[in-house]
């Protein structure tokens, strides 16, 4: 099965971070570096083994992360005018140019950021970040359909379209909102009792 994942979700790789290492392998002509990164997804750290080498004049890195088979990546080098020399890589899934690379928790390799979604429509809710966003998506729900309700108040209670969407409210964590809502329910219970 294959499921494309947040982008948030992912371990980056910058390719300014090899920076000194292209620089390194550059000025001793054949050598092989060999190095660790260590990359973050947020809040957890992945090291990575690398090796660097020129090939035809262009640095090239095999990525060694945990669990995976390790994987050659070419770089490309532009000279800029403001920035001096700038490192990007060849995405290897697309072969389009880019200057970070992603690793999914759960991919085999790394790719550029035009295989990940940013979307609410592909959400691992495992994660905690696709919680949150799970969660925000249900109160954005909630309001949309307290929109669409014309009449919250009828004949002295709550219409029953608006007793679904409290039941709505409730399951998607809008205690407070809940609570102040039933506290006027109460409120008007009060006045009606006497
Ligand atoms: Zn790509």
Do not use: H, T, V
């Given at each position: 099965m294959t499921r494309s994942s947040l982008i948030e979700e992912c371990y980056q790789l910058s390719a300014s971070a090899l920076k000194r290492s292209i620089a390194r392998c550059g000025n001793a002509s054949g050598a092989i570096i060999d190095d660790q990164l260590t990359l973050l997804n947020g809040k957890n750290e992945l090291t990575v083994n690398y090796w660097l080498e020129m090939e035809n004049g262009e640095p090239v890195v095999t990525l060694g992360a945990p669990n995976r088979e390790p994987q050659k990546i070419s770089l490309l080098t532009l000279g800029t005018p403001f920035a001096g020399t700038r490192y990007y890589f060849?995405?290897?899934?697309?072969?389009r140019r880019c200057d970070k690379l992603y690793l999914s928790p759960e991919a085999r390799g790394f790719k550029c950021q035009q295989h990940f979604t940013y979307g609410l429509t592909t959400i691992n809710r495992q994660s905690p970040y696709g919680q949150y966003i799970y969660q925000l998506s249900r109160k954005a729900k909630v309001m949309d359909k307290r929109e669409a309700?014309?009449?919250?108040?009828y004949a002295g209670s709550y219409t029953r379209r608006y007793c679904s969407l409290l039941k709505m409210a409730a399951r998607a964590g809008m205690v407070d909102y809940v609570k102040d809502t039933m506290k006027i329910w109460e409120e008007v219970q009060a006045i009606k009792a006497h």
């Open positions: 060849e995405c290897p899934d697309c072969l309700i014309n009449r919250i108040w």
